[in-house]
């Protein structure tokens, strides 16, 4: 592993504690505000102000909660559940679904090797690391392109690359991209955490995610699933 691969490990790991110790006591104390608001709630008349202010501590604990839920995921050490997974109808599905929400300007390009090895993993969370970089490969292209999804075998792994046509990224944006709550969306629009996410996922299941981008000409990120038996220790 290069030298600056190690680094950016050693970053993220450390980044990724950091947002999980916060997260796990976050998540505490929010389980107290939402218990006491619900109570406070009960004593009082559905039509009253207080009722409504009391709906309103609650959503916001709800939007706190989906936060923190999404700081747990990439933080976690180990995927919830390992079994076998075959990607190709995974990355069918998904693809499926989420075009089906994109603009029609977007098309998604599947590409599957035949006879690709299953691979040993989570795949409600392979699902969403899929689905961050296919969001983003959407976003990069305003004005509508192709989407490449690729599967295939690669020395002792499975990669999986999500290709864009878009605007690419320039270095000071490329040396941040996996860090948790790292974004150039306007506020509001997104959170920075879906290539964290993406990031923790791939080491929970012993890989890892390659990029490569060029400034106007679009960026490439693939990931590296490890083939069962052939595991490198994360
Ligand atoms: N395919 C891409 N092309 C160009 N830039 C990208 C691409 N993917 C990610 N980026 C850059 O990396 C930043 C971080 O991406 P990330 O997915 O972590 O967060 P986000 O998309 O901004 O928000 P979220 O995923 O939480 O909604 C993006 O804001 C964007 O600047
Ligand atoms: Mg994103």
Do not use: C, W
């Not at 202010?53 to 919830?80: G, H, N, W, Y």
């Not at 299953?118 to 795949?123: A, S, T, Y």
């Amino acid at each position: 592993m290069a030298p600056d691969e190690k680094e950016l490990e050693r970053k993220m790991d450390a980044l990724a504690r950091l947002a999980g110790g916060v997260a796990h006591d976050m998540n505490n104390m929010l389980g107290a505000i939402e218990g006491y608001a619900t109570l406070s709630q009960r004593g009082l008349q559905p039509s009253s102000q207080l009722h409504s202010d009391m709906e309103e501590i609650r959503k916001a604990v709800a939007r706190a909660s989906s936060l923190t839920k999404r700081l747990t995921l990439f933080s976690s050490r180990q995927p919830a559940v390992k079994i076998t997974v075959e990607l190709p109808p995974l990355l069918e599905g998904l693809s499926a679904r989420l075009g089906a929400g994109l603009p029609q300007e977007i098309r998604i390009e599947r590409s599957f090797e035949p006879g690709l090895p299953e691979v040993q993993g989570d795949p409600q969370r392979l699902e969403r690391l899929f689905s961050n970089l296919l969001l983003n490969a959407a976003g990069a292209m305003p004005a509508g392109g192709t989407i490449g999804l690729a599967a295939a075998e690669a020395g002792g792994f499975v990669k999986v690359s999500v290709s864009d046509h878009g605007q690419g990224m320039p270095p000071e944006v490329a040396e941040h991209l996996f860090e948790p709550f790292f974004t150039t969306k306007p506020k509001g629009k997104g959170a920075g955490l879906g290539l964290a996410e993406a990031y923790g996922i791939a080491r929970q299941h012993g890989g890892r995610i390659e990029v490569s981008t060029a400034g106007g000409r679009g960026s490439e990120f693939s990931v590296f699933l490890p083939l069962p038996g052939k595991a490198v220790p994360s």
